[in-house]
């Protein structure tokens, strides 16, 4: 829904409209994912994407 620029080395950035695959929950406020258009892992705001 928005893009997010990583702001800790094990956070990743994504652009609006970017797919995040291999998804695993990690608590109330933050997923870990992989950003498929770049392939970087690592943790990002839930309240940031959106499930499709």
């Known amino acids: 829904m928005y893009d997010y620029t990583a702001a800790d080395a094990d956070e990743v950035s994504f652009k609006d409209g970017d797919t995040i695959v291999n998804v695993q929950a ?27």
Request: hydrophobic share 35%; proline share 4%; glycine share 14%.
């Open 26 to 52: 990690i608590d109330e406020g933050w997923m870990y994912g992989t950003v498929q258009r770049t392939g970087k892992t690592g943790m990002l705001p839930a309240n940031y994407v959106e499930a499709v």
